[in-house]
């Protein structure tokens, strides 16, 4: 295969497209916005499960590297209720890998390996031109022409105006983002509380959730329902204004869980935002979509792992075609379509019951994954 593709975003989905095209011989142009693999931090911490983010690490001849690398004993769950009970508390067996931890910069540079990414390339705009391909329009004014453009650039994705008109929409639910570095030195009873994997507090409609990752890092992720012009109009890089008003949302609980929040440095808002649950489009020759820029859902461990395997699967398929790409690309885009909106409908019901009006209802959902053993 010598046709000329670009695949525009250097996440977990365009890396595990290259990385496996790698594999197989064949050329692939890799377009990532970011100045460098290091240019901002990469977040937190992924699971990966067994059957979608591990396969395709297997298909990309990656997974002994990941398996060396993850960690099972993050998969441990507690959940608490407001004054600090202990209402679950799940911890995985000792031969129980089936959704390890590894954390999302690990990951990037695992994909990454061999791959060719050319850093710092804004694309702006794609647009298909029929039989003389698919030409991609650059911040700087350049110009470049694809056979095959494969947007994996997430939410805010410049390929999918290409071949859908539909934009992402607000779920009703902000989420806040903190930090603790150095947990188990500078705040062992937090570390305490926090165990190897999650805990998480769920109020009405809100949510508390810290999440361990390497080296003694942790995320604190912080959820609630409210208009999203409420938080976009006040300013957010004053960190002791939106801690001191974090701890009013939570008054009243208990001050270990509020002191997640009191350690926390700087805060990040991220409104919540997804494309509707059937998201499909009628197909344009010379262009897909991948992960979140195909079918952005809410953050409840699926997105990353639906993007890993759309990747690895797309450029196995393609590498192994000998007829006409689009073809293959057809094809697998009504696969993706029939999965992603399974798992689009459990996520958007999950976010449903983790931040109502009745907290029960999120210690149901997690009995229904992770039963009490």
Same mark, same amino acid.
């Given at each position: 295969?010598?046709?000329?593709?670009?695949?525009?975003?250097?996440?977990?989905?365009?890396?595990?497209?290259?990385? *496996?095209?790698?594999?197989?011989?064949?050329?692939?142009?890799?377009?990532?916005?970011?100045?460098?693999?290091?240019?901002?931090?990469?977040?937190?911490?992924?699971?990966?499960?067994?059957?979608?983010?591990?396969?395709?690490?297997?298909?990309?001849?990656? /997974?002994?590297?990941?398996?060396?690398?993850?960690?099972?004993? #993050?998969?441990?769950?507690?959940?608490?209720?407001?004054?600090?009970?202990?209402?679950?508390?799940?911890?995985?067996?000792?031969?129980?890998?089936?959704?390890? =931890?590894?954390?999302?910069?690990?990951?990037?540079?695992?994909?990454?390996?061999?791959?060719?990414?050319?850093?710092? =390339?804004?694309?702006?705009? @794609?647009?298909?031109?029929?039989?003389?391909?698919?030409?991609?329009?650059?911040?700087?004014?350049? =110009?470049?022409?694809? &056979?095959?453009? @494969?947007?994996?650039? #997430?939410?805010?994705?410049?390929?999918?105006?290409?071949?859908?008109?539909?934009?992402?929409?607000?779920?009703?639910?902000?989420?806040?983002?903190?930090?603790?570095?150095?947990?188990?030195?500078?705040?062992?009873?937090?570390?305490?509380?926090?165990?190897?994997?999650?805990?998480?507090?769920?109020? @009405?409609?809100?949510?508390? @959730? $810290?999440?361990?990752?390497?080296?003694?890092?942790?995320?604190?992720?912080?959820?609630?329902?409210?208009?999203?012009?409420?938080?976009?109009?006040? &300013?957010?890089?004053?960190? #002791?204004?939106?801690?001191?008003?974090?701890?009013?949302?939570?008054?009243?609980?208990?001050?270990? /869980?509020?002191?997640?929040?009191?350690?926390?440095?700087?805060?990040?808002?991220?409104?919540?935002? $997804?494309?509707?649950?059937?998201?499909?489009?009628?197909?344009?020759?010379? *262009?897909?979509?991948? #992960?979140?820029?195909?079918?952005?859902?809410?953050?409840?461990?699926?997105?990353?792992?639906?993007?890993?395997?759309?990747?690895?699967?797309?450029? =196995?398929?393609?590498?192994?075609?000998?007829?006409?790409?689009?073809?293959?690309?057809?094809?697998?885009?009504?696969?993706?379509?029939?999965?992603?909106?399974?798992?689009?409908?459990?996520?958007?019901?999950?976010?449903?019951?983790?931040?109502?009006?009745?907290?029960? $209802?999120?210690?149901?959902?997690?009995?229904?994954?992770?039963?009490?053993?």
């Amino acid at each position: 295969m010598r046709h000329r593709i670009g695949v525009i975003g250097g996440g977990p989905a365009g890396l595990a497209f290259a990385r *496996v095209l790698h594999r197989h011989d064949c050329p692939v142009t890799v377009l990532e916005r970011e100045s460098g693999p290091d240019a901002r931090p990469p977040g937190g911490t992924l699971d990966l499960h067994e059957g979608l983010g591990q396969l395709a690490l297997d298909k990309a001849g990656v /997974l002994a590297e990941f398996r060396a690398l993850s960690r099972p004993e #993050g998969q441990a769950m507690r959940i608490l209720d407001t004054d600090g009970t202990v209402l679950r508390d799940w911890r995985p067996g000792p031969d129980d890998r089936a959704n390890p =931890e590894i954390d999302r910069g690990q990951l990037r540079d695992l994909l990454l390996g061999p791959v060719d990414v050319r850093w710092g =390339e804004h694309v702006t705009k @794609v647009v298909p031109e029929g039989r003389d391909g698919v030409r991609v329009h650059f911040a700087d004014g350049r =110009e470049e022409t694809f &056979d095959l453009v @494969v947007g994996a650039d #997430g939410a805010r994705s410049r390929t999918r105006p290409a071949v859908s008109a539909v934009t992402p929409h607000y779920t009703g639910v902000t989420a806040v983002e903190t930090s603790l570095d150095d947990i188990d030195t500078r705040h062992p009873d937090l570390a305490r509380l926090i165990g190897d994997g999650s805990v998480a507090v769920y109020g @009405v409609n809100r949510a508390l @959730v $810290a999440q361990r990752g390497s080296g003694g890092h942790v995320k604190v992720y912080v959820q609630f329902r409210a208009p999203l012009d409420r938080h976009t109009k006040r &300013d957010t890089a004053d960190a #002791g204004a939106v801690r001191s008003r974090l701890l009013a949302l939570f008054d009243g609980w208990a001050a270990p /869980l509020l002191d997640l929040l009191r350690h926390g440095t700087e805060f990040v808002h991220r409104p919540l935002h $997804a494309l509707p649950v059937a998201h499909t489009w009628a197909h344009v020759p010379g *262009v897909t979509l991948l #992960g979140d820029a195909a079918h952005l859902m809410p953050p409840l461990g699926a997105g990353a792992n639906l993007a890993l395997l759309e990747g690895a699967e797309l450029a =196995e398929s393609l590498a192994a075609g000998t007829g006409d790409p689009d073809d293959t690309v057809r094809v697998f885009e009504e696969r993706m379509w029939t999965r992603a909106a399974r798992w689009a409908s459990f996520t958007t019901a999950g976010l449903e019951r983790l931040v109502s009006p009745d907290p029960a $209802a999120a210690l149901a959902l997690f009995d229904r994954v992770q039963p009490p053993g």
